[in-house]
């Protein structure tokens, strides 16, 4: 048994809180809203982000940071991306040398086009800072409904210990040493999600869909690896896996919001309908920037952020999508 320490109880951090009780281990879930933390002690359910799935009396459930961080073996930030950084900055008074530090957060930070396990290990340096990602929406989770993620970290022990602290018959693990294509992976795919969204919501069908999906992990793939990642990782969980739920499930908060958009909703009021962090929004701006930093095409991302930011019509935009000049499907194999 582990003494884990889950940090943000929205909709996957209680997901994960109650994954990780069921395997065995002793649980806090610790959030920075007062009236949160106290419904949740109230109700043991978080029935706006989470409805359904109890919390069983033996997860305490904490608004006291410090009490939190004071001896866990694992430590698991679960808060929206936009709020990483200032959480960061909250834990790191009281995180202890090599404290293990699990992200499961999803994004790219605007201003700095850093990852979040960057962010992570500016603020706090001396922790050890993972990643588990991959296709693992927490309405699911929360149900016991079977799920495959990945884990990522420096080392190949700390790697399969995470295995085994979050592996259950229901939620399936895998490992890997590719930090970086992990995380680009789960950020870059809610831009996509946008978009898929949006088809949906401007009345088109499967095939366009298909060729979002398609065509965005192809500018995802030559992104991360111009930055360094591996081929290999998008081929997993943490790539097309994560995109393809992302831009095809009824739980996906980037596709509903891009669907809002199609609909006709601006960003703003689709955001207000999702009533949930909108991922995707925060990271288009970013993938954007770090296109043009590596100098690599992604006409599905330039588009969503015209759409987003510059109030292109999302009809226009798939239209310009179209009609881009004639290219190869795959320029890395030769003709005979």
């Known amino acids: 048994m582990a003494k884990i320490s889950v940090l943000g109880a929205g909709s996957w951090g209680t997901a994960l809180?109650?994954?990780?009780?069921?395997?065995?281990?002793?649980v806090k879930?610790?959030?920075?809203?007062?009236?949160?933390?106290?419904m949740l002690n109230e109700k043991r359910e978080h029935a706006s982000k989470l409805p359904g799935v109890h919390l069983p009396d033996q997860i305490e459930i904490t608004g006291d940071l410090e009490e939190c961080l004071k001896s866990p073996d694992v430590a698991v930030l679960a808060v929206p991306s936009p709020f990483t950084r200032s959480t960061s900055k909250q834990?790191?008074?009281?995180?202890?040398?090599?404290?293990i530090i699990v992200n499961v957060a999803k994004g790219v930070?605007?201003?700095?086009?850093?990852?979040?396990?960057?962010i992570i290990s500016q603020e706090i340096p001396g922790a050890n800072v993972c990643?588990?990602?991959?296709?693992?929406?927490?309405?699911?989770?929360?149900?016991?409904?079977?799920?495959?993620?990945?884990?990522?970290?420096?080392s190949r022990e700390t790697a399969?210990?995470?295995?085994?602290?979050?592996?259950?018959?229901v939620f399936r693990v895998y490992t890997t040493p590719d930090i970086l294509g992990v995380e680009l992976?789960?950020?870059?795919?809610?831009?996509?999600?946008?978009?898929?969204?949006?088809?949906?919501?401007?009345?088109?069908?499967?095939?366009?869909k298909a060729a979002l999906i398609t065509r965005g992990m192809a500018e995802i793939a030559r992104l991360g690896t111009k930055m360094g990642a591996r081929i290999e990782t998008f081929y997993g969980l943490s790539g097309i896996g994560?995109?393809?739920?992302?831009?095809?499930s009824v739980h996906s908060r980037n596709r509903k919001a891009g669907y809002l958009m199609g609909k006709g909703y601006s960003m703003q009021e689709a955001m207000d309908e999702v009533n949930m962090v909108v991922e995707g929004v925060y990271s288009a701006k970013a993938a954007k920037s770090l296109s043009e930093k590596y100098q690599v095409e992604m006409p599905i991302i330039d588009e969503v952020n015209r759409v987003l930011f510059e109030g292109k019509a999302a009809s226009e935009a798939v239209k310009d999508l179209m009609v881009r000049d004639k290219k190869v499907e795959t320029p890395m194999l030769p003709w005979k």
């Open 29 to 38: 879930l610790w959030s920075a809203l007062e009236d949160e933390v106290e």
């Open 91 to 99: 834990m790191a008074p009281y995180v202890k040398e090599g404290q």
């Open 242 to 248: 994560d995109l393809i739920v992302t831009c095809a």
């Open 185 to 208: 992976g789960g950020a870059l795919k809610n831009v996509i999600a946008l978009a898929a969204g949006t088809a949906d919501g401007l009345g088109y069908g499967d095939n366009t």
């Open 131 to 154: 990643v588990l990602s991959g296709p693992s929406h927490a309405e699911e989770v929360g149900k016991g409904l079977p799920t495959t993620c990945v884990v990522s970290a420096a």
């Open 160 to 169: 399969e210990y995470l295995q085994g602290i979050f592996m259950s018959p």
């Open 109 to 118: 930070e605007e201003h700095t086009l850093m990852t979040l396990s960057e």
């Open 17 to 26: 809180s109650l994954l990780l009780y069921n395997n065995g281990h002793e």
